[in-house]
């Protein structure tokens, strides 16, 4: 079955960084798109970055381009998140999901919140 | 940037009633790129419908989405206990995804 395992949340201090990781397991990582979408305390759903399956085309929110940078290992079955330069406005739970023009699968989420 | 509005924004019904949920978009959109999620409190959302009107695999016959260009809606036809929840549509174009603001439903 399909499990996609967030890691990496935490508090972190504005200005911080903060690398996510996803760990992906039951289906055939290095065919598939693979996104982060968040959601802040209380609201709705944010999608933030995608990555193609072979890594050559990414694309990023507006809110966090520059600042974010999203990749993949496919040898490791893994998709990051590596985010610099958080502010306030970034506290969410963070998602990681699989597709391209939908997200089919998502993990648990992993909590980040910046604050001082 | 496509924006999605669904209304109503808070839905109140009761078990085996029908609910009938709107997403709007403020240009249109490819049906097959139109997706709605469910979302119960503390879990991550799952996948509804696909390409409009698809269902997700393991999704009940229950749920049904139809519509084209401006306008989508998802049915419920009979509210099951487990159906109470907040409800998302999302729209995937110009490499971007929008997601809406959400309808609750909730017992009545």
């Known amino acids: 079955q399909v499990q996609l395992v967030e890691s990496g949340g935490g508090l972190v201090k504005p200005g911080g960084s903060l690398r996510l990781s996803c760990a992906a397991s039951?289906?055939?990582?290095?065919?598939?798109?693979m996104s982060w979408i968040r959601q802040a305390p209380g609201k709705g759903l944010e999608w933030v970055s995608y990555?193609?399956?072979?890594?050559?085309?990414?694309y990023y929110a507006d809110s966090v381009k520059g600042r974010f940078t999203i990749s993949r290992d496919n040898a490791k079955n893994s998709l990051y998140l590596q985010m610099n330069s958080l502010r306030a406005e970034d506290t969410a739970v963070y998602y990681c999901?699989?597709?391209?023009?939908?997200?089919?699968?998502w993990g648990q989420g992993t909590l980040v919140t910046v604050s001082s | 940037e496509i924006v999605l509005t669904q209304s109503p924004g808070t839905l109140s019904l009761s078990p085996g009633e029908r609910a009938t949920l709107s997403c709007r978009a403020s240009?249109?959109?490819?049906?097959?790129?139109l997706a709605w999620y469910q979302q119960k409190p503390g879990q991550a959302p799952r996948l509804l419908i696909y390409?409009?009107?698809s269902r997700a695999t393991g999704i009940p016959d229950r749920f049904s989405g139809s519509g084209s260009g401006t306008d989508f809606t998802l049915t419920i036809s009979r509210l099951e206990p487990e159906d109470f929840a907040v409800y998302y549509c999302?729209?995937?174009?110009?490499?971007?995804?929008?997601f809406g603001p959400g309808t609750k439903v909730h017992i009545k």
């Open positions: 390409g409009a009107s």
């Open positions: 990555i193609s399956s072979s890594g050559s085309t990414i």
């Open positions: 999302q729209q995937y174009g110009s490499s971007i995804f929008t």
């Open positions: 999901a699989r597709g391209k023009y939908r997200a089919d699968y």
């Open positions: 039951g289906f055939t990582f290095s065919d598939y798109y």
């Open positions: 240009q249109s959109v490819s049906s097959s790129y």
